[in-house]
């Protein structure tokens, strides 16, 4: 027969609310009453539920895992993948487990997240952008739930979000390009609703027209993160009217697919076109040609995560908002002739 928390106050002679406090380490429980309560324990070989660890602190040490928009896409991703695993690595140091969100029979509203945090008594959530954001996201940004996004900006009340600075991964990509004086570049963005592709390209643009380089309507292609969507967008940019020095996709994946549609052509990469990426995942070491790219630092990503929503949970840090810097990574893809 499994033991309940009753039992154990009933064989202390005390309260189950103090069996809970004397688990959960909270309240003013004399030494002699928290040996005595140990002790049983520890004869019993109990074990405390889940409801029994919440009773007193309501805390459960468990965060919720959204993938908000596409859930799909977002767990397949190489990307977010990364971050995920340092945000779990994290956070299980800072004694959490991790639920993530993947019911779709929980309520009539399969994305009813508040309720679902509120149901599991979860201490916080993390937050990982997709490219549609669902009214339930919003609701629980809203809400007394702390939260931590990775690539999606949250302002609720109890909210932070970590992002790569975008607007800085298509100036650094660019800026190299000029110096080199390659100035026909070409932009295989992200879906054209999604908000850090449209940064990317806002800045890419906005930088191109600063140093007066050259892109064209037809250069400006759109794919899904994935590659073979960069495939098909670089075989849009090879029929058009003319063909670029370089090409920038804001996304390895799709980085990669270009350089097959390249290949396939009989197009040279570096010689006749290079080619960027942006990510830095695993695959960029052994494309071939390996894979200039733009380095977000996911570990870094992850880990800020982890300890801004371990702050908020515990009050001890407000809302806010980081940054961080992404790092040009030059490989064989964008060698410049003199390197060749």
């Known amino acids: 027969m499994k033991l309940t928390i009753k039992d154990i106050a009933k064989l202390a002679n005390v309260s189950p609310g103090t069996v809970s406090k004397v688990i959960n380490q909270t309240g003013n429980i004399s030494q002699q009453t928290i040996e005595k309560v140990n002790e049983i324990i520890e004869k019993t070989g109990y074990q405390p539920t889940f409801s029994a660890k919440s009773l007193a ?10 993938y908000a928009g596409n859930i799909n896409a977002e767990m397949n991703h190489p990307f977010f993948n990364d971050v995920v695993n340092s945000f779990k690595n994290a956070v299980g140091n800072l004694g959490y487990d991790i639920l993530v969100f993947s019911n779709n029979k929980f309520s009539r509203d399969k994305q009813d997240y508040l309720a679902r945090c509120n149901h599991y008594q979860l201490n916080g959530c993390l937050i990982i952008a997709g490219d549609r954001i669902e009214e339930a996201t919003l609701e629980l940004d809203k809400s007394h739930i702390p939260c931590v996004g990775i690539d999606i900006a949250l302002s609720g009340p109890n909210s932070s979000y970590v992002t790569t600075d975008n607007n800085k991964v298509s100036e650094q990509v660019v800026t190299h390009l000029y110096l080199n004086s390659i100035k026909d570049v070409a932009f295989i963005g992200g879906p054209e609703y999604s908000v850090v592709s449209n940064i990317r390209k806002d800045s890419f643009i906005r930088q191109m027209n600063l140093f007066g380089m050259n892109t064209k309507d037809e250069w400006i292609q759109y794919g899904d993160y994935f590659e073979e969507s960069g495939y098909k967008a670089m075989n849009n940019i090879l029929e058009s009217s ?87 990574v030059i490989r064989d893809s964008c060698l410049i002739d003199n390197e060749l």
């Open 242 to 328: 003319s063909i670029p020095q370089a090409v920038f996709a804001v996304s390895d994946m799709m980085a990669l697919g270009a350089l097959r549609a390249l290949k396939e052509n009989g197009v040279r990469v570096p010689v006749d076109i290079k080619v960027i990426g942006c990510d830095d995942i695993e695959a960029c070491r052994y494309s071939d040609p390996t894979l200039a790219t733009v380095k977000q630092d996911k570990d870094k990503m992850g880990k800020l995560a982890a300890y801004m929503l371990h702050d908020l949970i515990n009050g001890e840090a407000d809302p806010n908002s980081v940054k961080v810097d992404p790092e040009l």
């Open 57 to 66: 602190t309501k805390k459960s040490n468990l965060i919720g895992l959204i």
